[in-house]
């Protein structure tokens, strides 16, 4: 993962939910200091992020709070200028919600770290100038969260350069891509016309209309509304059906007599990797690719066989699902591996960083990082081809969500968007 690209995923998954009506008791709570994995500090609005950490509680266990382990979130601010400690706070708070109990903020106070001075709002960055607090706001004005390590979102950036929407001379369209967290989807061109949507950091659009700044564009779910032209980048796409003709052999890692990586509790690991390979597979047949899969029930297939398989069908990809497995049951998170010394090394590596973002982006565990390493799939098979390693099976909480059928449905999904921008943006 590039730093600037690991900040934006942190910032996208404070910033996933939005509302949630009446919180207990933490009206005196302004905002939460916290820290990415470059060191930098930034300021939330506490709503949004308590709120956010409540609801994905209720959703999966471990979803947030593994991110905010990692990220070292600092404190809570409160109103009078006061800081008390996240650790505590988070479990207590998500805890009263979602039981309608009570939350005694006070318990949590800390007595030092008030440096950093009270300035509730929205997001903002905090660094240290010779000594003094600068806050340098982020731009929410349009996108509802700004991307921080891009400040110059005030710059009109065109979409097109002059006369190249309407002269092509064939019926190729042109798409954008949203390139903050979220974005508002509205009703006309200004923010004076409703919102009717938020699209994601990642989102394609077909653009069919300009007005000075907006754009007016077609989801790929075909809501139609307006967009802020800031906001997006130009996506270089070939078609918005990037997937179809594909060949994509999916490898569902083990089987048969050799049950893998065997979990904290005795899952094993040839149950989860055929169950979210064949959720891939539907995914993937249903954007009009060609899934060959390596095993389709509970069958011993060698190595050998898995590479044979794909390079007889000049395969165009090559997607090994494992779970993985350690000693100690708190080694956790996900890894995706690619091999580095074939022709093929380069657009691996890029599907290995694609779908490593998708899985970091959508369940949020410790991202171990994308790797290179020479399994025998990865170095005998003739396309760009990556193994991942989806979290730990020896791990308490991580065997839960790989036995869990909806979090194995999210796995795929995250796998397939990690192949499907590889076919949208891989040259
Ligand atoms: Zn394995």
């Known amino acids: 993962m590039g730093k600037s690209v690991e900040k934006v995923l942190f910032l996208s998954l404070l910033i996933i939910f939005i509302i949630f009506s009446t919180s207990p008791a933490l009206a005196a709570v302004s905002a939460l200091i916290a820290k990415d994995s470059n060191g930098e500090l930034y300021q939330f609005d506490y ?10 509680l209720l959703d999966s266990p471990d979803g947030l709070y593994s991110s905010f382990v990692e990220k070292e979130a600092y404190a809570f601010l409160t109103e009078n200028g006061r800081y008390i400690s996240y650790r505590g706070v988070l479990d207590n708070y998500a805890l009263a919600i979602v039981s309608n109990g009570n939350f005694d903020l006070e318990k949590y106070l800390l007595n030092k770290e008030a440096e950093l001075a009270a300035m509730p709002g929205n997001i903002k960055k905090v660094s240290i100038n010779s000594g003094n607090i600068v ?21 009109k950036k065109p979409i097109n350069e002059p006369g190249e929407n309407h002269n092509t001379g064939n019926t190729s369209k042109t798409y954008v891509m949203v390139d903050v967290n979220i974005l508002n989807l509205r009703s006309g061109p200004g923010t004076n016309h409703e919102i009717i949507d938020q699209l994601s950091f990642g ?13 007016k564009v077609i989801t790929m779910d075909s809501k139609s509304g307006w967009v802020h032209g800031d906001f997006v980048k130009k996506a270089d796409l070939k078609s918005k059906d990037a997937l179809r003709g594909k060949v994509i052999v999916v490898d569902p890692g083990h089987g048969g007599v050799d049950p893998g990586a065997i979990g904290f509790s005795g899952l094993q690991e040839k149950v989860v990797t055929l169950a979210v390979g064949q959720n891939l597979e539907s995914l993937l047949q249903g954007a009009g690719a060609s899934v060959i899969m390596t095993r389709t029930g509970d069958q011993s297939v060698s190595n050998t066989k898995r590479v044979e398989i794909a390079n007889k069908a000049r395969a165009d990809l090559f997607v090994s699902i494992h779970a993985n497995a350690f000693t100690s049951p708190d080694a956790n998170g996900t890894e995706t591996y690619y091999y580095e010394n074939n022709e093929n090394s380069a657009a691996s590596k890029f599907l290995a960083q694609a779908i490593q973002g998708e899985f970091l982006s959508t369940l949020g565990l410790r991202d171990r990082g994308v790797k290179e390493k020479n399994f025998f ?11 991942v390693e989806m979290a730990f099976l020896t791990n308490q909480k991580e065997e839960e969500l790989l036995r869990d059928a909806k979090t194995q449905k999210i796995l795929a999904e995250a796998l397939f968007r990690g192949i499907e921008s590889y076919f949208l943006s891989y040259r």
């Open 47 to 56: 709503k949004l992020l308590l709120n956010s950490y409540a609801l994905s």
């Open 135 to 155: 806050y340098t706001p982020i731009n929410l004005e349009e996108g509802a969260a700004g991307k921080p390590d891009n400040p110059d979102t005030g710059v």
């Open 203 to 215: 989102a394609i659009l077909e653009v069919t209309d300009e007005q000075k700044e907006w754009l």
């Open 377 to 387: 799939v990865l170095t005998n098979s003739e396309m760009p081809a990556v193994l």
